[in-house]
C-alpha cells in the first residue's frame, strides 16, 4: 500500500496521539479519500461506473459514521444506564464472529432475552434515538463501546 502525508493542526495531532493505537487513522482517513477522488471522477466524466464508486465511497462514510456514533452511545448508555448482568450479557458477544448484519439481533438477545419488548420499545428503552429504527452497522459499534467500557471498568467492581 502506498503512504500519504497530510497536515492536521497541531491541537487536533495531540489529541490523535492521546487516543494511541484505539484508532487505525488510516482507516478512519480512506473512506474519505475515496469518496473525494469518486466525487471529482464523476463530475469530470459522469459514467454509470463513476456514479457507483461515488455511491460506493459515500456508503462506506455512512458505515464508518455509523459505527462510531453507534460505539460512542455502546460507552455512555453502558457507564451511565445498563446494570451488571446487561454488561456482562453484551461482554459475551463476539464482535469477530458477527458481521454487521446479525449486531442489532445479537444485541436485542442479549438484553432482551425473553423478547419482551417490540423493535421501538427497545430502541428507546436503551439508545436515545427516540425508539428510531437503527442499522446493523450501528449496533456493532454500540456493542463495542459498551464491551469497551465494561473491559476498562469490569476488575473495579
Not at 464508518?64 to 453507534?70: A, P
Not at 419488548?117 to 442499522?135: I, K, M, Q, R
Request: hydrophobic share 40%; net charge negative.
Amino acid at each position: 500500500m502506498a503512504r500519504v502525508s497530510i497536515y492536521v493542526p497541531d491541537d487536533l495531532k495531540a489529541r490523535m496521539d492521546g487516543v494511541g493505537d484505539a484508532v487505525n487513522w488510516s482507516e478512519v482517513a480512506r473512506p474519505a479519500f475515496q469518496a473525494a477522488v469518486a466525487n471529482h471522477e464523476h463530475r469530470e466524466g459522469q459514467t454509470m461506473e463513476t456514479a457507483i464508486q461515488r455511491l460506493r465511497a459515500s456508503k462506506a462514510e455512512s458505515s464508518l459514521r455509523d459505527r462510531d456514533d453507534g460505539k460512542a452511545e455502546g460507552a455512555m448508555v453502558a457507564k451511565d444506564l445498563l446494570d451488571y448482568p446487561e454488561l456482562v450479557a453484551i461482554s459475551k458477544i463476539d464482535v469477530g464472529q458477527n458481521d454487521e448484519e446479525s449486531a442489532y439481533g445479537e444485541l436485542k438477545a442479549a438484553l432482551d432475552p425473553a423478547g419482551e419488548h417490540s423493535e421501538p420499545e427497545f430502541n428507546e428503552l436503551y439508545f436515545t434515538n427516540d425508539g428510531a429504527s437503527v442499522s446493523d452497522n450501528w449496533a456493532l459499534g454500540f456493542i463495542e463501546g459498551a464491551q469497551d467500557f465494561f473491559k476498562r471498568v469490569r476488575a473495579q467492581i
